[in-house]
């Protein structure tokens, strides 16, 4: 039989794998931004709060703190360094009114699927891990994100046949002839 301390051990470098691809996932989102130039409508709260919570993980696992947690202090200090180099992307190609909502668009093309997927397992990987050698403090927050993240996920299966699918629009020059009335220009979009 597997003692507590390597079932947690094992656990919690699942954990940190699967945190690694959660801090990973919005490369995609990034790559897109950094290539416009232009934050669009998405919006850096998801990654604010994950800078925030790396930051309390980070401090909770010191030493100092709470003793033998180097799997959160490690990975919570690469989270950390990659939220805030979002963070900073954020701040350089933002406008200033700069929003858009899930909900009230009814869409979820700025809700990255990848991101909601990850966090959601994530929070199921350091929830199992807290309850092997059941910590509370641990326990609390990742359920509870759990939680949310299923809700997230919902939403998103939810709305996203609602979501506009993205089109390669061609406009036609406008050819005027003639005879051709000078009322008015014709142009004509086709969908490809």
Request: net charge positive; aromatic share 14%; glycine share 8%.
């Amino acid at each position: 039989m597997v003692s507590a301390d390597v079932a947690r051990n094992i656990v919690g470098i699942i954990g940190n794998v699967i945190s690694f691809g959660l801090f990973l996932s919005p490369v995609p989102t990034f790559w897109r931004i950094y290539k416009a130039k232009d934050v669009e409508e998405f919006k850096p709260d998801p990654y604010l709060a994950t800078l925030m919570n790396c930051l309390l993980w980070f401090f909770y696992g010191l030493p100092v703190v709470h003793p033998n947690s180097t799997l959160v202090l490690t990975i919570n200090g690469i989270g950390l360094v990659i939220e805030g180099t979002y963070i900073i992307m954020f701040i350089i190609y933002a406008a200033k009114n700069t929003r858009g909502k899930v909900i009230k668009t009814k869409s979820v093309e700025y809700m990255p699927f990848f991101l909601s997927l990850v966090n959601f397992l994530n929070g199921l990987c350091w929830t199992g891990y807290a309850l092997i050698k059941f910590d509370i403090y641990i326990t609390i927050p990742n359920a509870l994100g759990t939680l949310f993240r299923l809700v997230q996920l919902i939403l998103y299966g939810y709305y996203y046949r609602s979501t506009p699918k993205k089109g390669k629009n061609v406009e036609l020059p406008t050819v005027l002839t003639k005879n051709a009335v000078t009322s008015g220009d014709v142009s004509v979009t086709i969908e490809k």
